[in-house]
T-cell receptor
Framework: AQTVTQSQPEMSVQEAETVTLSCTYD???????LFWYKQPPSRQMILVIR??????QNATENRFSVNFQKAAKSFSLKISDSQLGDTAMYFC????????????FGTGTSLTVIP | NAGVTQTPKFRVLKTGQSMTLLCAQD?????MYWYRQDPGMGLRLIHY???????AKGEVPDGYNVSRLKKQNFLLGLESAAPSQTSVYFC??????????FGPGTRLTVT
């Protein structure tokens, strides 16, 4: 079975600073994708960034980047120049070809950006 | 282009009542999913569909049924609601079996 673990239930960061959210996963698959989703107070799930497991280069989307360590099965999210609008729950998710098209989500990290 | 929509947004049921949640997408996606979100547990997959007329069980399917008679719609049914089904329900769709697009969610309370 696939598992996704987020060990930081809550985090805070000062505005304009950098913060890193951790995620580890367990799988026996070799072909899979990893995602970070953001859920603001509006409850809408928003895709932040995705990483294909076969790509060695870490994905980057503007202020968001990941540190993908395939051997360690680690997938952390770095948010640079944090903004008040980044305050949200962040979920790490795993999706693999062999899992029957199922997604597995972590339990989430609640991030608060402090003015 | 509305994306993924869910009806209703809020609902209160009494134990034993039945209801159907409707999910609609206008992106011509093959894959559709129903999740429930509970505090401290992230999102858990209830059922999913890989195309019109097909459905499959996810991680927590008990107490729920689904149907996908039209490609754009995915219905989630509760035949006899229980307090344990109080949750926020999300529908999602995708063209490939990843990079899912989510609806706004439905908050269901069963008393």
């Amino acid at each position: 079975a696939q598992t996704v673990t987020q060990s930081q239930p809550e985090m805070s960061v000062q505005e304009a600073e950098t913060v890193t959210l951790s995620c580890t996963y367990d799988t026996s698959e070799s072909n899979y994708y990893l995602f970070w989703y953001k859920q603001p107070p509006s409850r809408q799930m928003i895709l932040v960034i995705r990483q294909e497991a076969y790509k060695q280069q870490n994905a980057t989307e503007n202020r968001f980047s990941v540190n993908f360590q395939k051997a360690a099965k680690s997938f952390s999210l770095k948010i640079s120049d944090s903004q008040l609008g980044d305050t949200a729950m962040y979920f790490c998710a795993f999706g693999g070809r062999d899992t029957g098209n199922q997604f597995y989500f972590g339990t989430g990290t609640s991030l608060t950006v402090i003015p | 282009n509305a994306g993924v929509t869910q009806t209703p947004k809020f609902r209160v049921l009494k134990t034993g009542q039945s209801m159907t949640l409707l999910c609609a997408q206008d992106m011509n996606h093959e894959y559709m999913y129903w999740y429930r979100q509970d505090p401290g547990m992230g999102l858990r997959l209830i059922h999913y569909s890989v195309g019109e007329g097909t459905t499959a069980k996810g991680e927590v399917p008990d107490g729920y049924n689904v149907s996908r008679l039209k490609k754009q719609n995915f219905l989630l049914g509760l035949e006899s609601a229980a307090p344990s089904q109080t949750s926020v329900y999300f529908c999602a769709s995708s063209y490939l079996p990843w990079e899912q697009y989510f609806g706004p969610g439905t908050r269901l309370t069963v008393t």
